[in-house]
């Protein structure tokens, strides 16, 4: 028999919530994977059943230092998403996402990989323009607590256009929004994360200000699959930036409610207040992305906290 060659993929935030879904995809694929994680939000716990397998590689490392390996796809997830955890050490988070995704496109140049790279919804910051197609080009305050991550990932995206008009890379930008489901850290301070685990403890659920800004809450399970195909799909086909999420758009009071609905929880809701530079709405325009790819998210938000809320009761 012919020796086929695995496709080598490097994942950085390969032990994060989303990384550790797409270690998993693209070892079941038969890939040879390379997970690259310095653990600052990541965990092993993510990846414990992948640790054994003959082609997952765990490497502990900060990409913001540079690292070399020959890829035929990098995935560049590395970066604390939840602004609790991007705010705690602001500076480094520029620099995971500046020097990290500078390091990671010199590799995919020097290697003649792929790279798909995680951008956000973030770039849209406090939107006027809803839903929030790709060719809006955004409301962020650049000298905000929120900017190391939203102008973060604006230079980021900068750099990778840079890299495909310069030197021809094969870049693939995704826009994502607020994503949810099981690989979440308890102490995420996310949203879901913690209205789930305020809920199932009878703790009190913390809404910022009164409750009625929005967003549009996406499974983990439809997020990669779209990740997956943007993956594959042949060069000649991008164009630009792809936004990624479901496009149902609910307030936080109507998600705590909802949460406390299917926790069957007594916990009672609590308003603090809100922090500063929180969009007001969130909302995904999914056309362009629906059209190239043949891709929909298919979870529906009951479903999809049904079982995030099985993932955390099996944590707590
Ligand atoms: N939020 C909240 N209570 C919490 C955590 C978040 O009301 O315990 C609100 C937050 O102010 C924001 C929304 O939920 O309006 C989503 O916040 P998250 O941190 O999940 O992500 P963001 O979309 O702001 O990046």
């Known amino acids: 028999m012919a020796y086929k060659r ?25 890939c040879d994977v390379v997970c690259l994680d310095n653990l600052y939000t990541g965990t092993k716990d993510n990846i414990t059943d992948l640790l054994d397998h003959p082609y997952f590689e765990f490497v502990r490392h900060d990409q913001i230092k540079p690292y070399w ?25 520029m620099k995971t996402n500046v020097l990290g995704t500078l390091n990671m496109l010199g590799l995919a140049k020097r290697c003649s990989a792929r790279i798909v790279q995680a951008s956000t919804s973030e770039v849209y910051g406090n939107p006027e323009v809803h839903p929030q197609p790709e060719t809006y080009v955004g409301r962020v305050n650049p000298i905000g607590i929120r900017s190391c991550y939203d102008e973060g990932k604006r230079a980021a995206e900068a750099l ?48 910022y200000g009164d409750g009625s800004q929005t967003r549009s809450l996406c499974y983990v399970s439809d997020l990669v699959d779209g990740i997956v195909r943007i993956a ?26 909802e949460i406390l609905r299917l926790t069957q929880s007594p916990s009672k809701l609590v ?18 992305t629906r059209r190239a790819f043949d891709w929909s998210p298919q979870v529906s938000v009951e479903d999809g906290l049904r079982k995030t809320i099985a993932y955390f009761q099996s944590l707590l």
């Open 6 to 30: 695995r496709q080598k993929v490097l994942i950085t935030g390969g032990a994060g919530f989303i990384g550790s879904h797409l270690c998993r995809h693209y070892v079941e694929e038969g």
């Open 69 to 93: 390996g020959h890829f035929d796809l990098i995935l560049n997830f590395a970066c604390p998403a939840s602004p609790v955890h991007y705010q705690r050490n602001a500076i480094y988070t």
């Open 160 to 207: 990778c256009f840079d890299y495909k008009r310069v030197h021809k890379v094969d870049v693939r930008v995704i826009r994502i929004f607020n994503t949810y489901g099981p690989n979440m850290a308890a102490n995420d301070g996310r949203v879901v994360s913690n209205f789930i685990t305020q809920a199932l403890q009878g703790e009190p659920i913390t809404i």
């Open 232 to 257: 594959a799909a042949p060069m000649e086909t991008i164009d630009g930036a792809y936004n990624l999420g479901r496009d149902e758009e609910l307030s936080m009071k109507a998600l705590a409610e």
């Open 271 to 288: 308003f603090e207040d809100l922090p500063q530079d929180d969009p007001e709405m969130r909302r995904p325009q999914l056309d362009k």
